[in-house]
């Protein structure tokens, strides 16, 4: 796939693992005329703040491995990764949730529709978070907590989370459409799927 630039545009992407299992999670920043101190605060940032109230609600051996910061204004610019020993989930009940589902976090713009909208997947929660094909309300509401202290620590630090947008009806658009992210909401407790997440890619 091409390249397509994000105006003041960092890419956070955050990498996760379970034993042999891997996942991540990835959020578009907005900083004018950002550098690379910049880019380096905003991703040295995420695994202090990873939040004890969610960890708690993680099996241990899900670990927050690192963070990479990528400059997405031109091809080939600058890319930060975080030392490796992340932090990780304090619960000793029960296993992991599958993998393959997730607490869908949707990001909403002051624009409406599709284009103008992101998704977060966020997994690791301990299988006891989610009973009879449900996510306890209290495990969603830790996530979307972790989400907005992310997006206010980020904030303090002059980023702005953003929805990047690459495609609309169907064309891409190049440089993406950015628009920041005005409120989250998690709108269903059944887990979100892989699969919905892979379509979206």
């Given at each position: 796939?091409?390249?397509i ?7 956070i992407v955050?990498?996760?693992d ?23 605060a ?24 690192n ?5 997405m ?55 006891g ?41 169907g ?31």
């Amino acid at each position: 796939m091409a390249f397509i630039p994000w105006e003041d545009g960092c890419k956070i992407v955050m990498n996760w693992d379970y034993g042999v299992h891997y996942w991540k999670n990835v959020f578009c920043f907005v900083k004018a005329s950002f550098s690379l101190l910049d880019m380096t605060a905003l991703a040295d940032m995420f695994i202090p703040e990873l939040r004890p109230a969610l960890q708690a609600l993680m099996p241990e051996a899900v670990t927050l491995h690192n963070i990479t910061a990528t400059d997405m204004t031109s091809e080939g610019a600058a890319v930060y990764t975080t030392a490796g020993a992340g932090d990780h989930g304090t619960s000793v009940e029960g296993d992991v949730s599958g993998l393959g589902v997730a607490v869908v976090v949707t990001m909403r713009t002051p624009l409406r529709g599709r284009s103008y909208r992101g998704r977060s997947y966020f997994n690791g929660l301990a299988e006891g978070q989610c009973s009879t094909g449900i996510w306890l309300q209290a495990a969603v509401d830790e996530v979307l907590d972790q989400y907005e202290a992310w997006q206010a620590v980020a904030l303090g630090l002059g980023w702005t989370l953003s929805v990047a947008s690459t495609r609309h009806n169907g064309v891409v658009t190049t440089p993406a459409h950015i628009e920041p992210v005005t409120s989250m909401v998690v709108r269903s407790l059944i887990p979100g799927s892989q699969r919905k997440r892979f379509r979206r890619l």
